[in-house]
DNA sequence: TTGTAGGCGTTATCAG
DNA sequence: CTGATAACGCCTACAA
């Protein structure tokens, strides 16, 4: 391994100068040893040891990529198709930025800091965090933190969002606009202070403002897998009252159409069904998914831009950017 | 920060004392003295400081998912559904046996150097890889490398795979037992010596068993993306010689099936389709995808553990495992 | 059973 | 403009 040493004895210096001419504190060199420095580093092929610089200068150009696991063991950081459609964006954009990705699941809050001290972690992502302990394990960090997709702030992190209340309206309001009043609200469990919820909220408003009556047994919270999903579409189909549904995930939606298809319900003609992600299933099923558009790449890379400017104190203007939706509208709903 | 010599000066003993202790270096060191370490650590919240390991023993229990990116730019480690299956399962077992990952796409062969370097990256993953110079460069490195979905092999790799080549035979056999003779080819770029390839040959195999002269122009090969799949379908559509279509990925498939919908075509009546992979999706797609299952956790974490023994020098029984996949017959094939 | 000392590669301070 | 030197936290001979 080529190390600092081996240069500066190569080149005839000290380790010092050849450090100043990594960090290009120019000015303090000459011209001459500077080029002489860089040819022999090309030529012997030196490549910082980032443990080194980590150690001496406790930070380490680590990012984290924290997956919160709760109860449910089964999951991981990337269990559902929406998710990893933004990690490789961060990837890439960290990686360009000069920084390194760490994929970590944390059961405790303990977890979390002992990972973070084992490695002197520079900076965080986190998707999903409520109002509850591990969220205040995060606001005792004295790292930037880039929280995405989660209703909690603090003043020391950054938010990257969506306007999920608006979604949650725009989906629902347009299922009534179509002649649609019987509307179930199919979702993930629905936790205060939550993506979900927010849609929920939306939901209403939009029912409200329709003065549509909001019956809370129109409500199915559901896991997200595709047998659970699916076994909804199929009991869906057994109620005759309902005649749309608005599903706060791709996914979701897609399970429930299939169930519904199965137990011989025929979307849009007999249920509309929406969706929320525009993921690349949408295109996929039959007929194609009517759904709510996000931009999820985009959210991977404004959430690095905005844990790199906390990262190297540049100015942040806002500490919260709520990227905008919008309906795209497929083949799944009908009016009636 | 606590550190080794905090804990030594707390209980009274050298740093060597607790660095023993930690290492479970037993019987170097009495009974009375390890259990009152032991509580030290706990009370003042030790944590190891795995730069300073690692900078010290040139090994760092990093181990990086490496994903090589060529020309296409766009794409990146998690691209597909069907590789982000895996990364969980990969995490969840580094994790547990005190590994930690590191996602990182690389575009030269001097990047992935580099970057292995930076970290003394104690072992890798790498999926799909090729006989190149990317390989070569894999080659050469002396750490545990345990290589995904290739066919290429190395007395020091380990490699984890599937059987390609009867999942290409098996399908194609299904459709020509359903009475299928005219039976297209979709996948992506068929690269020789690769997953592709091999799935390829099978199909191929089939055909010839069968009797069936092989058509070149039944094959085509596709990017993934949605938008190009599912134009595959509506072209195919078109055709009035093809009564069935094998695709080596599942998207692919459910891009094709939605292409011949769109074009007016029915699936299965005017034309059958069969998957590869058995992901969720196939439970979405109307008719459900009839598909060659295969068991990705369980490939990523037969991954790990090879990685692990080789880390480890455990004993080796054999270098390759090779996962059996089996069809898994829904809707989407109809006899003739 | 325990301690001392040197060094891993890098950076920062301070002196020349 | 350049160079010693100490320090980061940990590990491992080697001593005691």
Redesign the interface.
């Known amino acids: ?1 080529t190390t600092i040493k081996d240069i500066a004895q190569a080149v005839g210096v000290s380790c010092t100068t050849v450090s100043n001419v990594i960090h290009g504190r120019a000015g303090r060199v000459s011209a001459e040893t500077i080029a002489h420095i860089n040819e022999t580093i090309e030529k012997l092929g030196y ?6 610089r ?2 001496v200068s ?1 930070s ?1 150009k680590v990012i984290g990529m924290i997956s919160h696991l709760t109860q449910n063991k089964n ?5 559902d ?1 929406f ?2 459609a933004f ?3 961060i ?2 954009t960290l ?1 360009e930025n000069g920084y ?6 944390v059961e405790t809050t303990a977890d979390l ?2 990972f973070l ?4 972690v520079d900076g965080l992502f986190c998707t999903g965090v409520f109002q509850d302990e591990f969220f205040d394990a995060l606001a005792g960090l004295s790292i930037p933190i880039v929280l995405i997709d989660s209703y909690v702030t603090h003043p020391n992190m950054c938010n990257v969002g969506l306007e999920d209340y608006n979604g949650g309206y725009t989906a629902t309001r347009y299922l009534i606009d179509k002649g649609h009043k019987e509307i179930a609200f199919a979702s993930p469990t629905i936790k205060k202070r939550g993506v979900v919820y927010e849609r929920f909220l939306g939901y209403q408003k939009a029912l409200t403002e329709a003065a549509i009556p909001f019956r809370p047994e129109l409500v199915f919270e559901q896991e997200l ?3 659970t999903t ?1 076994a909804l579409g199929m009991n869906l189909a057994k109620r005759n009252d309902i005649t749309a549904v608005f599903a706060t995930a791709d ?1 979701l939606a ?2 429930i ?2 169930g519904l ?1 199965q137990a011989g319900k025929r979307v849009p003609e007999d249920i509309s069904v929406i969706g929320f992600d525009d993921i ?2 949408c ?4 007929p ?1 998914l009517t759904t709510i558009h996000q931009d999820a790449p985009l959210k991977g890379k404004l959430a690095v831009y905005f844990l790199i400017d906390q990262l190297e104190n540049k100015p942040i203007p806002n500490r919260e950017v709520i990227l905008p939706i919008h309906l795209v509208e497929r083949n799944s709903v009908k009016a009636r």
Chains 1, 2 share one sequence.
């Open positions: 391994m490549v910082p040891n980032m443990s080194a980590s150690l406790s380490s999951e991981s950081i990337v269990e198709p998710h990893s990690i490789g964006s990837e890439k990686r390194y990705l760490m994929l970590r699941t800091l002992t001290r084992n490695w002197n897998d595709v047998n699916v996914i897609a399970g159409m299939s298809n690349n299933l295109h996929l099923t039959s194609r």
